[in-house]
Every structure is written in structure tokens, then in C-alpha cells.
């Protein structure tokens, strides 16, 4: 098997976020953490039986909070991955941090283990809008974690920020940017907030107690952060991202390029060998499965050819720079001007798509109503 991204969900966190629908699990005892623990390691070594000592093309701990865990409780995770894994030196391993929990003594902890990447929770410099969002940090940690991870030697820190809060003006986002950039992250997502209907916020807005952002003022925020950021300096590669040279996230780019990537944890999901899986997200379930020496799969689903093409569409869409035409050809043994004439033609002429001797890539309507285009491709 060719090396593959490995993605590690640790669903543990101080307080779960208003707007938060991922699977995670607040204020959790050390007990609890050790169950998953041991049963994420026999996950691991399951798929080690399974499928021989797999070569990592990335590592990413995601959460929930991975930090989260204690040093002893990391160490034992890192030691499982290494036992079981090929990780060369030097591939991209990012670890999931919330401002304001973390120290010294771990965020040296997780560079000496050879993690080399951050993807920091920032989401706002206000402390008005972090409230309303449930976050426990204040935007002083968010500054704080920066200075530790650098004085740690971290050179590659992801900032995550938020726009359409409630209330939020686009001189607010503005200044949100201004501050972001005075910390010189890599990276940065840049993501609207989404209402998901069974969280607080989703409880809150279908009871008409708050309005979300209007369309035209989320437009106008996504269109300030994209000229902010190119202008200093930083190249927007997807939907949601922006890095400087060389900066770009490389296992989340596995995703975008519909690569195989290995899934481990409560409710992650992978894509190994056309197949597509869900793992079982209640801990009880994860538990039972992993005990019985099963794989603790939910659901699944073979990709046939006709499905994996759709998927290299409306996946590789989110890059900015589009779909190469002759890697399409190399995966799929057809051109993809002749296999989707109708559908580019029809979206070429809406002004959603646009073409060119080597890619085909959304326009700047196009990003904006994307949703619309993938949906010519499912």
C-alpha cells in the first residue's frame, strides 16, 4: 500500500462549544480517557494484523482537544503509532490546540515527539464573541499559545477564525484579521459559522432568539478576508484556506486530492482501498466492537469508478487552482472535459467554472456558490 494520511480523533474537551456538533465529550476523568485509550491502541494494532506496517504520509490529531490528554496518556498514543506505523522524519503531524490549555512542559512535549505543526482555535480576538460561542479562552491566550509554540520551535502554526458571529459587524472582522496577522501565523481557516441543528445554536436559532448572519454581510466578510490576506502575503489555495509559500496543509490537501486516508478514533471516518467507512461513535459501541477484536465499523461504502470520479470533481473543486486534467486521466482513465461535457458546459456558461489547456477550477461566483456546483457532480 502506498503511504496514506492517518487522522487520530481524541473526542475529549473542557466544554463543548455552542456551535459544536463534532463527537466530543467535556470534562471527562482520567479513567475515561484511559478506556479509549487502551481501545484506540488495540484499533491501531488491528489494522497493523490487517494491513502490515502502513507508511504515513501525514499524521493529524483532531478533536475535541488532544491536549486534552495528559504527557503519560500522549506518550502512550505516540509510542503505539510508532510501534505500529512507518513514520518517516519529517512528515507533516499536526495536533488540534485550544488557546489557553497548554503549557510549557507539553507543547515541548509534543515538539520533541516530532510534531511539527499546530492548528490553533483562535476563532476570535473579542471576548464578547468568544463567549457567545462557549469558548473558555480569552483573545490574550490566544497570543500566549503563539509565544509558546514558538519559543517550543514550532515554525508551522495553523489559526483558525470564525466570521457571520452573531452581532458581528465587518469592521469587527476586519479588526479580527488585522490581529491574526500581527501573530504571522502560516496558515490560516477561515471558516462562516454554521448552524447545526442539534446544538445550542441551532436549539436558540429555531426558536427565533437570535438572527444569523445575513448572506450579503457573510459575503462581504469572505470577500475582506481574501483580499486581506493575498495582499500580505498569503495564497488562497482552498475554499477555506490560506498559507503562505510552501505553508499549505498537507493531510488535509489528502481530502481535497481524494487521497486514501486511515480513520482511528470514536466516529472517524477513512477511505481505505475504495471504501469509504464510518466508525461507530458511541464509546460504548467503539468499546464493544474493539473488545471482540473487530473493527469498529459503523458504516461503509465501496466507491465504484462512476462514484470516485464525482468525488475527484467536487473534492478537488475546493482547490483554488482546480482539478489537473492529466492527473484525472492518470486516476480515472478518462478526460474529464469528455466525461463531464454537459455538466462543465452548463456551469461554464452560469460563470460558476472556468478552463484552461490544464485545469478546470471555479471562478470567483463560483466559490461563492459551490454548493450549487458540486451538486452537478453527485
Known amino acids: 500500500m502506498k503511504s496514506i494520511g492517518i487522522y487520530i480523533h481524541l473526542p475529549f474537551c473542557q466544554q463543548k462549544c455552542y456551535y459544536c456538533d463534532y463527537l466530543s465529550y467535556a470534562n471527562c476523568k482520567e479513567a475515561e480517557v484511559e478506556a479509549y485509550l487502551w481501545a484506540l491502541v488495540r484499533e491501531i494494532k488491528l489494522y497493523r494484523q490487517l494491513l502490515g506496517r502502513i507508511k504515513a504520509k501525514s499524521v493529524y490529531l483532531g478533536g475535541g ?15 503505539s503509532l510508532e510501534e505500529n506505523f512507518d513514520l518517516p522524519k519529517g512528515i507533516e503531524i499536526t495536533v488540534e490546540v485550544n488557546p489557553g490549555f497548554i503549557n510549557k512542559e507539553k507543547v515541548s512535549f ?3 515527539q516530532g510534531c511539527n505543526r499546530l492548528s490553533i482555535g ?30 517550543a520551535g514550532f515554525t508551522n502554526l495553523s489559526l483558525d477564525l470564525m466570521y457571520g458571529l452573531p452581532g458581528q459587524s465587518l469592521a469587527q472582522w476586519s479588526e479580527n484579521l488585522r490581529l491574526a496577522l500581527k501573530l504571522k501565523p502560516e496558515h490560516l481557516a477561515v471558516y462562516q459559522l454554521k448552524i447545526e441543528p442539534d446544538t445550542p445554536f441551532g436549539r436558540l436559532w429555531a426558536r427565533g432568539l437570535w438572527e444569523a448572519c445575513t448572506d450579503e454581510l457573510a459575503v462581504l466578510m469572505y470577500e475582506k478576508a481574501k483580499h ?12 477555506s484556506s490560506y498559507a ?15 487521497e ?32 471482540k477484536g473487530k473493527l469498529p465499523l459503523a458504516e461503509w ?36 472535459e469528455d466525461h463531464y461535457a454537459v455538466e462543465i458546459s452548463k456551469l461554464k456558461k452560469q460563470g460558476l467554472l472556468k478552463e484552461t489547456a490544464t485545469h478546470l477550477a471555479l471562478t470567483e461566483k463560483g466559490i461563492r456558490l459551490a454548493n450549487l456546483v458540486w451538486l452537478e457532480f453527485l
Do not use: C
Request: glycine content about 6%.
Open 110 to 112: 509534543l515538539f520533541a
Open 65 to 79: 482537544t488532544p491536549t486534552y490528554l495528559t504527557i503519560e496518556q500522549l506518550t502512550k498514543l505516540f509510542n
Open 244 to 258: 503562505l509559500l510552501g505553508k499549505a496543509a498537507k493531510h488535509n490537501s489528502l481530502y481535497w486530492l481524494n
Open 122 to 151: 483562535g476563532q476570535s480576538f473579542r471576548a464578547r464573541d468568544l463567549k457567545i460561542l462557549g469558548r473558555l479562552h480569552s483573545p490574550k491566550d490566544i497570543e500566549q499559545t503563539f509565544e509558546l509554540a514558538r519559543w
Open 260 to 291: 486514501p486516508y486511515l480513520g482511528l478514533g470514536a466516529g472517524a471516518a477513512g477511505f481505505l482501498k475504495q471504501r469509504r467507512y464510518l466508525n461507530q461513535a458511541k464509546l460504548k459501541d467503539y468499546y464493544a466492537f474493539l473488545e
Open 301 to 336: 461504502e465501496e466507491i465504484n469508478e462512476e462514484l470516485a470520479r464525482a468525488e475527484t470533481m467536487f473534492l478537488g473543486l475546493r482547490l483554488l487552482k482546480g482539478i489537473a486534467k492529466d492527473t484525472f486521466i492518470k486516476k480515472h482513465r478518462v478526460r474529464l
Open 228 to 239: 486581506f490576506l493575498v495582499e500580505h502575503g498569503y495564497r488562497h489555495y482552498e475554499i
